[in-house]
């Protein structure tokens, strides 16, 4: 007899669950849709809305450079003061598909995350590199260009305010 006044109980935590689960999942994807844009682009103004953005950080060389030919790192010193941070900022650019994406990621995010930075396992080719970037290098390095990459005629900016 017990066993059957247990089984309502059980279900009911399962379907709780799942609609927790469901609604976390709904919140994130529209929380990105709401902080990503997407929008058709040609190069010349692609190449404007990044040297918009490098322009503002000109006397400040970028954290990481990526190119065709390597990587460069501008890291600062661990003895340098840090900077409290609001947000990372995403440009991308394809031109194979004519499209610029931006995304903002409020900092307070990256501060969750324990360990390294990853920018993106194989696509980016940083993993190669052993490039490791913490939330720590970023408040030190403070507000600028984190990553400037461009292969090909793929292009990324990160940086930070």
């Known amino acids: ?10 279900f009911g935590v399962a379907v709780f669950v799942v609609f927790v689960i469901l609604g976390a999942a709904v919140f994130g994807v529209s929380w990105v849709w709401e ?6 682009s040609s190069a010349a103004g692609a ?17 990481l450079e990526l190119s065709d030919a390597g990587a460069r790192t501008n890291r600062p010193p661990d003895s340098a003061a840090r900077t409290t941070l609001n ?13 610029l994406a931006r995304f903002d990621l409020p900092f307070w995010i990256l501060r969750l995350k324990e360990g390294p930075i990853r920018f993106g396992t194989y696509a980016s080719g940083l993993d190669g590199l ?10 030190r390095y403070g507000p ?3 990553v400037d990459a461009g292969r090909g ?3 990324a900016l990160l940086w930070v305010d």
Do not use: N
Not at 35 to 40: A, F, G, K, R, S
Not at 90 to 95: E, G, K, M, P, T
Not at 130 to 139: C, H, Q
């Open 35 to 40: 902080h990503l844009d997407i929008t058709p």
């Open 87 to 99: 947000a990372l900022h995403v440009l991308a650019f394809d031109a194979d598909e004519g499209r």
């Open 1 to 10: 007899m017990k066993a059957r006044r247990w089984a309502p109980i059980l």
């Open 130 to 139: 052993r490039i490791s970037l913490t939330v720590a290098d970023l408040e």
């Open 153 to 155: 005629d793929e292009r």
């Open 47 to 63: 190449d404007a809305a990044f040297d918009e953005v490098r322009q503002r950080y000109r006397d400040k060389a970028p954290l």
């Open 144 to 146: 600028g260009i984190v």
